[in-house]
C-alpha cells in the first residue's frame, strides 16, 4: 500500500546518504532526481494519513537534503515535526520518528546559520529529554542523548565557543562508550569529525589530528564526503602546526583521494591551487595570496553544490583568521553576535 511504498522510498533515500553523503555534481544530481521521480507515488501529495504523510515529509526532506537544497530539506523537516505537534499523542507512539525529526531539523537551522530557531529547537529537545518518553526504553534514551549532544557540539561550532565546547566532550564520550554497542560507526564517524572540528577551531591542532586519524584509519565505505573532509583538515592542521616538510606529500594524496572519490567541488579545486602554490612562499608574503584566495571562493558562498564546503568546514572562517589575525573562534562569534544584534532589530 501508500505507506510501504513511501516508508521504502524515505528508507532507500536515506542509505543513500549514509554511503554518499551529499550530492556532489550534476551526474549525482540527476541519478538521484530521476530515483526520486520514478520511485514516488502519484496521488503521494493527496494523503491525509498520519504516516502517510510523515513518510512523505521524510522523502522529500532526504530527497531536499541529499542535493543540498537546504531551504526545501528545512520546510519538508518542519512539517514532519509540525505533524507531531498537531497530534502530540502520536510523540508516545512513534517517539523514533520524533525524535530524529527533531534531530534533522536541528541540522537544518545549524546548515542554513539560523542562529536563534536553532537555540529554540534545542531548548524544546533538551526539554523533551528529560520526559517519560525520552527514558522509556535504551533506544529512545540513547538516540536522545546523541542527537541533543550532537545539536550542542553543532551550536558550539555556530557560535564559536570552541572552548566551552569542549568542556563538553569529556562527559560525552563517557556516554558513547558506555553506549557504544548500541551505536553504528556511522554516528562515531560523525562525532570524531565533530570533536576533531572544535579541537582545530580551538588551535589545538594536535588533538585535533589524533581524532581525524580515527577517520582517515578507519572503513572508508561510509560517509565519503567526511572522509574527504577529515583529510582536508588533517592536511590544514599539519600546515597550522608548521609542518611544512609533509606539505607537499600531504597536498597530493588528498587532492588524489577527493578526485577518485570524485568529490572536488569548485571550492575544493580552489583551496588545492590555492595551497599549492602558497605553502612554498615565506609567511609574510602569505597574507596578499590569503586576501586573493577569499575574495575568489566567498563568491561561492551562495551556490548550492558548493554550501556542503561551508556545512563541512567554515573555510572561509578559516581564511578570514589568517586574513585578520585573529583566532578562528573570534571570526565565528563575531558573525554570531551580528546575527543576534540582526534579529533583535528585526523582532
Known sequence: GMITRLSNLALQLYSWYIKNGHAKNEKDEIGIKQFFQKHLPLNAYTQKGFYERLYLYQSYGWYAFIRQDFLMSYRYTQKWVDLFKEQPQMINVESGHYIKGMHNLLNAHFVLRNYQRFDITLKQFEEFAKTDVANQNDNNRIQTFVYVSSGRINQHLMHGTF????????????????????????????????????????????????YLRRIINGDIDLRIDLQCYARLLHLLAHYE???????????????????????????????????????????????????????????????????????????????????????????????????????????
Open 163 to 210: 572552548g566551552k565546547g569542549l568542556a563538553i566532550i569529556p562527559e560525552i564520550e563517557k556516554k558513547l562508550d558506555e553506549y557504544s554497542i548500541f551505536l553504528d560507526r556511522h554516528r562515531i564517524l560523525v562525532f570524531n569529525y565533530k570533536i576533531a572540528t572544535l579541537y582545530f577551531g580551538n588551535a589545538e591542532y594536535e588533538t585535533s589530528i589524533d
Open 241 to 347: 602546526l608548521g609542518n611544512f616538510d609533509l606539505m607537499e606529500h600531504l597536498i597530493k594524496s588528498v587532492y588524489r583521494f577527493m578526485a577518485k572519490m570524485e568529490n572536488l567541488t569548485i571550492i575544493e579545486e580552489e583551496m588545492f591551487r590555492f595551497l599549492k602554490t602558497a605553502f612554498h612562499l615565506p609567511l609574510s608574503k602569505m597574507k596578499p595570496e590569503f586576501v586573493k584566495f577569499l575574495n575568489k571562493i566567498k563568491q561561492f558562498q551562495n551556490s548550492r553544490f558548493e554550501t556542503r564546503s561551508f556545512a563541512y568546514l567554515d573555510i572561509i572562517a578559516w581564511i578570514e583568521s589568517k586574513v585578520n589575525d585573529k583566532p578562528m573562534s573570534n571570526i565565528i562569534h563575531q558573525r554570531f553576535l551580528k546575527s543576534k544584534k540582526r534579529n533583535y532589530t528585526a523582532d
